[in-house]
């Protein structure tokens, strides 16, 4: 079922940034964009608040048209406040075929007396669940094989094909994609992520979006609620 962009922003929430979404018809400064958590319908996907896709055809099409082979028992987790651009891919494990026999072929698939032979082609490798972390940037027609792991605040860049696991603030691209640099030195992203600030009240990063979109980790320490660094 195709789901209104109005409806899908109305359903995400009423704090500011989900009016201000909704109030802009889905739109983000002219860019259609549907945030994911309230479209989700399979049992093996979850999305976090703030997620979004952004296609100017299809936004709200993203598990029908951008999570693939997404049978299980493998799932899809995204975090919270992660850009997903447009045609980005998600193979899941379903996809794959069996590699250790002599021939790689999905005989069962095709049903008959090849049907008996499912116990073989169901042993086939699973990965385990996808998981791409909080505040992510996936970029344009980026690929992410069955059973990545994508760190907090890390970046891919457009067209990457990810097979292995990606750091948290880290920068990775090509195929397959490799670390090109990290964001912040190692105490930084230490920092950071023990600051978590995607799991602050969402009035509070309202308050303080300046010092969280930029490059100063001990102002974003200064401004962090009351109890949530230890």
Not at 55 to 73: A, I, K, M, Q, S
């Amino acid at each position: 079922m195709k789901v209104s962009l109005k409806r899908a922003t109305e359903r995400l929430g009423s704090d500011a940034a989900g009016s201000n979404c909704a109030a802009n018809g889905g739109r983000a400064q002219g860019w259609p964009v549907s945030f994911l958590k309230p479209l989700v319908e399979s049992p093996f996907t979850e999305v976090g608040d703030y997620t979004y896709y952004a296609d100017p055809t299809d936004p709200t099409g993203f598990e029908r048209n951008n999570v693939l082979f997404h049978y299980g028992p493998d799932k899809l987790v995204i975090g919270k406040f992660t850009a997903i651009a447009r045609e980005v891919k998600f193979l899941m494990g379903a996809a794959n075929h069996v590699m250790n026999g002599v021939s790689t072929y999905p005989f069962p698939m095709f049903g008959g007396d090849w049907l008996d032979h499912m116990d073989s082609f169901a042993a086939r490798s699973f990965r385990g669940d996808t998981v791409i972390g909080n505040d992510v940037w996936l970029g344009y027609e980026s690929l992410v094989m069955p059973g990545v792991q994508i760190g907090d605040g890390a970046i891919v860049a457009a067209r990457s094909v990810v097979v292995s696991e990606v750091p948290s603030y880290a920068i990775v691209g090509g195929s397959p994609s490799r670390v090109i640099r990290q964001r912040f030195t190692d105490e930084q992203i230490a920092r950071l992520l023990k600051l978590a600030w995607w799991d602050w009240p969402p009035e509070h990063i309202t308050r303080h979006l300046d010092t969280i979109m930029g490059d100063d980790v001990d102002a974003l320490e200064a401004v962090a609620p009351q109890g949530s660094v230890t």
